[in-house]
């Protein structure tokens, strides 16, 4: 409960003051009650809005955004929680189940998610909830209940977000594959029709087009068919992003470390103490004392073992053909204890100095720099937009405009990138519009973003001139909102 408590004072100390695009877009939904339900994450608004309701009334005036980043707070911890469960019925001692729990609440995937308002905390705590269940009826007590609960849990992370299909998918081939029972196999495969049935009550309940096979099929997919779901790189770029969102998943790595080691010596901290890590792995090493002791497991504890590696790569299988998508790999740090911690004990010192230097790297270069600098926060874009009503604004993303709606403006006049195109913008220009725009200085952040295909890319705007407008202090410097003018013929 120790580890519990210092994974959650650390998350309620810092607080994400940079938050994601989908992190407003989904509170607008919330707060309103009027957009409940998005395809790829069903029931996440829905539930957030019903839980926000009693605090509401409580604390009328709670902001609806941090009310979710703190549901999402108690959830990761309640994950970890459960994963310590499933850790303990599989017999892990004490001190490596603690150890494991601060390595997965401390990764920065688990740690970035449950300081936004998105659905990937959610869904995993479900996902392990899932896992848990059917390990109790694996090793504690056979009752088929237990495989009903683990199929409903697993299924209900699916509405939370689609990614964790593929964890429902992984528990039912170990059922088949450990049991030959059609009773326990058939318990837990009717628990597939509750994601079918729910979506179908969405789909009738919130659609205007006629219920068709095709219809239904479309609205389940819908990221998928519209290409949210993933972004179109070339090989080298999809190498790199792919290494990147494999290190990024327990440790953050992001070009703006750069800018705070030029900031201050203090940031070089977390660099010494990887190699104060790396040192003492070596002097163990070099003592020939074992980093990792292998113990016997029972066949069903290998087998529970073997059920959740197989998830562990359809998750980052999938993570891959998304081009890396960090994201989707949230879940690795706790599948990665579910596979290794049961059959293999790392040395205490090592292990608890790895955890350290994680907690460290992962406060210093992520949690802090969220908390303490601008980095993507765009209110001053938003305010300038505010006093200025007849403008049109042009983003690559939607997080200005998002915020902006969630902060009462208007969004008629907020276009992104991808609705746009050169020659949209040289009728806008023609024709006397006030067009702003920041994404001449798109560069200085470097992004997945950075590296996307752009309808209006540098050599348009290098066609017009660019004023000056407002310019706001960030940590990647000074970003700028610039008047587009044509340029006058000489």
Known sequence: MASLGIILLTYLLLPNNNLSSDSYGYAIGIRSGGDLFSPHHLLYNWLYHYLSLPVKAMFPGVDTLRLCTFFNTLFAVAAVYVLSRILELLGVSTVQRCLWILFSGFSFGIWRFSLENESYILSMFCSLAGSYYLLKYA?????????????????????????????????????????RSLRVSLSYACTALLVPLVYLLVFVSTQEEALSLRSFWTYTLYDYYHGNA?????????????????????????????????????????????????????????????????????????????????????????????????????????????????????????????VFTMWLWNLVYAAFPMYHYNMINQKEK????????????????????????????????????????????????????????????????????????????????????????????????DLHLYKVHAKTVQ
């Not at 056979?142 to 429902?168: E, N, T």
């Not at 300038?384 to 049109?392: F, L």
């Open 230 to 354: 993933s972004q179109t790189f070339g090989l080298k770029q999809y190498i790199m992003f792919v290494g990147v969102a494999i290190v990024r998943t327990f440790l953050q790595v992001y070009p703006y470390m750069l800018i705070l080691l030029r900031q201050h010596w203090l940031y070089f901290i977390p660099l010494v103490a990887i190699l104060i890590w790396l040192a003492l792995l070596i002097r163990t090493w070099a003592k020939r004392k074992k980093l990792v002791a292998q113990q016997n497991v029972s066949i069903d504890q290998s087998w529970l073992i073997k059920t959740h590696l197989l998830i562990l790569c359809l998750q980052v299988g999938f993570a891959f053909y998304s081009n890396g998508n960090a994201e989707f790999m949230i879940m690795t740090p706790v599948l990665l204890a579910i596979c290794i911690a049961p059959k293999w004990t790392l040395a205490p010192q090592a292990f608890s100095s790895l």
């Open 382 to 477: 938003v305010n300038y937009m505010k006093q200025h009503p007849d403008a049109r604004f042009i983003s690559f993303t939607n997080l200005i405009q998002n915020q902006n709606e969630y902060l009462g403006g208007n969004t008629s006049r907020f276009y992104t990138d991808d609705k746009l195109s050169p020659e949209l913008l040289a009728r806008w220009i023609d024709s006397g519009y006030s067009i702003i725009t920041d994404m001449p200085d798109d560069h200085k952040i470097l992004s997945r973003g950075s590296f996307a295909d752009k309808n209006l890319g540098d050599e348009i705007w290098q066609q017009y001139r660019l004023e000056v407008v407002h310019t706001t202090r960030t940590l990647y410097g």
């Open 139 to 179: 090793l504690a007590s056979q009752r088929i209940r237990y495989v009903l609960i683990s199929g409903f849990l697993s299924m209900l992370a699916v509405l939370f977000h689609q990614i964790h299909l593929f964890w429902w998918l992984g528990l039912f081939a170990g059922i088949l594959w450990r049991y």
